[in-house]
């Protein structure tokens, strides 16, 4: 009987997984998990100096300033679902090589300097920081996470197994491509 309820269970996952909505899928973190993962993965950027070299907001306050300035206005067009339950925390990671910006979940914006000094419209930085907001918006790395560990999760509960997941969970966000 078990395994029939698994084979029904497999079966049927792909299905419990996706939904008829356009742009939605199944997550099986809460918005709070969102937070508290993208928090964790914001700790580890932090404590990492040598690789994600952030720049002191005291030190440079008009970057900062500019940078949430556009994260302020894009969050009062009330096109963001989560613009009060997200953090919306900005960090500018001084690698003037690198053109790219990315968003962890729970609102957690990483920008590089390189982006920032390639782009010389304002509109064009706007564009950025509205696709990775969005990205942190529409919760696309923990949806990316329940595809990946979802229905193993799903098993382990159904067979009875207690093995943890979370370790290799918060492994994959900091390799997951978050842009």
């Given at each position: ?38 928090r964790q993965l914001r700790d580890e950027v ?134």
């Amino acid at each position: 009987m078990k395994r029939i309820s698994i084979f029904l269970f497999c079966l049927s996952a792909p299905f419990l997984l996706t939904t008829c909505k356009k742009g939605e899928g199944f997550n099986l973190f809460s918005v709070q998990d969102d937070v508290e993962l993208g928090r964790q993965l914001r700790d580890e950027v932090l404590a990492n100096p040598q690789e994600y070299p952030i720049l002191d907001r005291n030190q440079y306050p008009a970057a900062y300033n500019y940078v949430e300035d556009i994260v302020a206005d894009i969050l009062a067009s009330g096109e963001v679902t989560y613009a009060n339950e997200f953090a919306w925390e900005v960090y500018i990671i001084h690698d003037d090589e690198t053109l790219n910006a990315f968003a962890a979940p729970g609102g957690y914006i990483f920008v590089y300097t390189g982006i920032l000094k390639f782009l010389d419209q304002k509109d064009d930085f706007v564009g950025v920081m509205g696709h990775e907001m969005a990205h942190a918006d529409r919760r696309h790395s923990t949806q990316q996470l329940t595809k990946a560990y979802g229905v193993s999760l799903l098993l382990d509960v159904l067979v009875g197994n207690d093995q943890s997941l979370i370790a290799d969970i918060l492994a994959s966000l900091v390799v997951l491509k978050f842009s």
